[in-house]
Antibody, heavy 114, light 112 residues
Framework: QVQLVQSGAEVKKPGASVKVSCKAS????????MHWVRQAPGQGLEWMGI????????SYAQKFQGRVTMTRDTSTSTVYMELSSLRSEDTAVYYC???????WGQGTLVTVSS | DIVMTQTPLSLSVTPGQPASISCKSS???????????LYWYLQKPGQPPQLLIY???NRFSGVPDRFSGSGSGTDFTLKISRVEAEDVGVYYC?????????FGPGTKVDIK
């Protein structure tokens, strides 16, 4: 069965970076794009970007351009999302989701606090 | 960016009664390939969203048949024929015809 298992919760200081991983299993990793979506506490869903695990190409939401980097490791079927220059407003649960957004990871809480 | 709106934003339903949620997009979600890229998700408390309906009216694997989707172009509806206690949570519509993907604000459903 399709599974997306994300790394654990993180606490970061403002200005730092965070790197969240998402390990896929149960399907051919390179056959499906992977999205990243975040959800601030008590808020809705916000799309951050997409990566093609096959070739590594990416497309990011304009809001995150310059601060987000999505990468993948085909040897371990894992995608990564790194967000830099963290601020308090980046406190959220970060989800990976297989394109066409059918399966989701369990989420990773990133807390940004001084 | 395509703006997604939902009505109502909250809904309180008696078990066994029907419920309906409307979703509207600022642009048509009909692609030249003939598909309409409108999806519905349910996020239960403390869980990630789960896919209910894809491409307007197709139930995802394991989704009960009390859930149905309809609509075309820019206007869409999710219907629950008989609400059950396990259906509580926030329902989101989403478009994937173009990047950035965008979600509706969510409709919170609870049980009376």
């Amino acid at each position: 069965q399709v599974q997306l298992v994300q790394s654990g919760a993180e606490v970061k200081k403002p200005g730092a970076s965070v790197k969240v991983s998402c390990k896929a299993s149960g399907y051919t990793f390179t056959s499906y794009y992977m999205h990243w979506v975040r959800q601030a506490p008590g808020q809705g869903l916000e799309w951050m970007g997409i990566i093609n695990p096959s070739g590594g190409s990416t497309s990011y939401a304009q809001k995150f351009q310059g601060r987000v980097t999505m990468t993948r490791d085909t040897s371990t079927s894992t995608v990564y999302m790194e967000l830099s220059s963290l601020r308090s407003e980046d406190t959220a649960v970060y989800y990976c989701a297989r394109g066409p957004i059918d399966y989701w990871g369990q989420g990773t809480l990133v807390t940004v606090s001084s | 960016d395509i703006v997604m709106t939902q009505t109502p934003l909250s809904l309180s339903v008696t078990p066994g009664q029907p419920a309906s949620i409307s979703c509207k997009s600022s642009q048509s979600l009909l692609h030249s390939d003939g598909k309409t890229y409108l999806y519905w998700y349910l996020q239960k408390p403390g869980q990630p969203p789960q896919l209910l309906i894809y491409e307007v009216s197709n139930r995802f694997s394991g989704v009960p048949d009390r859930f149905s989707g309809s609509g075309s172009g820019t206007d869409f509806t999710l219907k629950i024929s008989r609400v059950e206690a396990e259906d509580v949570g926030v329902y989101y519509c989403m478009q994937s015809i173009q990047l950035p993907l965008t979600f509706g604000p969510g409709t919170k459903v609870d049980i009376k």
